[in-house]
């Protein structure tokens, strides 16, 4: 799979064939990147792949690096099982703010509800995402989307320089 940069200005794209992705030039006192992935279960490793990618030119550590990518794949697990239309993609956004020292980790979807921490049984096979993400995690939460259709579930780690 190729990428095809596209200059606009002082942003540009990168095209890559079932990812959207756009990076606007970065402030300062932030690194940013976000993009819109399209909903279904091939789509957990892009995020990941687009995190280590642009993560390690920042100077993040790879310890940092490894929680990250267990707590993205949680919250773009749940985003995907999240029910929705099936035409409406997931968005992504990754920021490393340095001022803080923290990475921040959004993924928004346009499912109705609220994520929430479960506490399945020993037997139970799924459930436990929201405590990884709870454990591993300096904070998370969850804002409603702009328009009021879905919402983004965030999550901080440190992430010192």
Same mark, same amino acid.
């Not at 990076?23 to 993009?35: F, G, L, R």
């Not at 091939?42 to 390690?56: G, H, K």
């Not at 267990?70 to 099936?86: D, H, I, M, Q, Y």
């Given at each position: 799979?190729? @990428?095809? &940069?596209? +200059?606009? #200005?002082?942003? *540009? ?13 970065? &402030? @300062?006192? +932030? !690194?940013?990147?976000?993009c819109?992935?399209?909903? !279904?279960? @091939?789509?957990? &490793? ?5 995190? *280590?990618?642009?993560? %390690?030119? =920042? ?24 029910? +929705?239309?099936g035409?409406?993609? %997931? #968005?992504?956004?990754?920021? !490393? ?12 979807? +346009?499912?109705?509800? /609220?994520?929430? %921490?479960? !506490? &399945? #049984? ?6 436990r995402?929201?405590? /990884?993400?709870? $454990?591993?995690? *300096?904070? =998370? ?8 259709? #879905?919402?983004?579930? =965030?999550?901080?780690?440190? $992430?010192?320089?």
């Amino acid at each position: 799979m190729g @990428s095809t &940069p596209i +200059a606009r #200005g002082n942003a *540009y794209q990168l095209r890559t064939p079932g990812v959207a992705l756009a990076m606007q030039p970065e &402030p @300062s006192d +932030a !690194h940013e990147i976000t993009c819109r992935l399209p909903r !279904h279960r @091939s789509t957990v &490793p892009r995020p990941r792949a687009l995190l *280590y990618a642009t993560v %390690v030119g =920042w100077g993040v550590d790879q310890d940092v690096l490894d929680t990250a990518e267990l707590v993205l794949s949680e919250l773009v697990t749940n985003a995907l099982r999240a029910r +929705a239309p099936g035409d409406r993609q %997931v #968005g992504l956004r990754i920021a !490393h703010l340095r001022e803080e020292a923290l990475l921040r980790l959004e993924v928004s979807d +346009a499912g109705e509800g /609220l994520p929430r %921490v479960r !506490h &399945p #049984g020993e037997d139970e096979i799924g459930g436990r995402g929201l405590m /990884l993400v709870d $454990a591993l995690t *300096y904070r =998370w939460g969850v804002q409603e989307r702009e328009g009021g259709i #879905g919402k983004t579930v =965030w999550a901080e780690i440190k $992430a010192p320089v």
